[in-house]
């Protein structure tokens, strides 16, 4: 097998890796560019050894299988690694949603001790109508 051939070969297995995620978030967990992805994933640059250290570390990607297309590509444990990993931008996601509502919660409590009401006793009046 040629260089080339192996490069296009190790750059399709980097897409497969990737999976989901977009080239700027992949290449913020493996810390490289999103133009260093999509170079490498274009074979225009060959994937160094240090990305590939690094997706094994972060992915739990076998390096076997990145390099040379044998193996499995993770075993079980770290395949729900990778689910949990992709996961976090939706976590992240409802621990904003969940902080803005805690803010507004606040908010509105402030506002009602300016006015020198209590949210309880507003309840309790609204519960008179």
């Not at 094994?56 to 444990?77: A, H, N």
Request: proline share 2%.
């Amino acid at each position: 097998m040629n260089k080339n051939s192996q490069s296009q070969q190790i750059s399709s297995r980097l897409r497969l890796v990737r999976d989901k995620l977009d080239q700027d978030e992949f290449g913020k967990l493996i810390g490289i560019t999103r133009r260093q992805v999509s170079t490498m994933e274009r074979s225009e640059v060959a994937v160094s050894i240090d990305v590939c250290i690094t997706i094994y570390q972060r992915f739990g990607v076998s390096l076997t299988w990145l390099l040379l297309g044998e193996g499995p590509i993770y075993t079980k444990d770290e395949h729900e690694l990778l689910n949990l990993v992709r996961r976090v931008p939706d976590v992240l996601s409802l621990i904003k949603k969940a902080i803005a509502g805690q803010e507004a919660i606040c908010e509105l409590a402030v506002m009602s001790q300016e006015s020198g009401t209590s949210i309880r006793s507003q309840h309790k009046s609204a519960q008179h109508y």
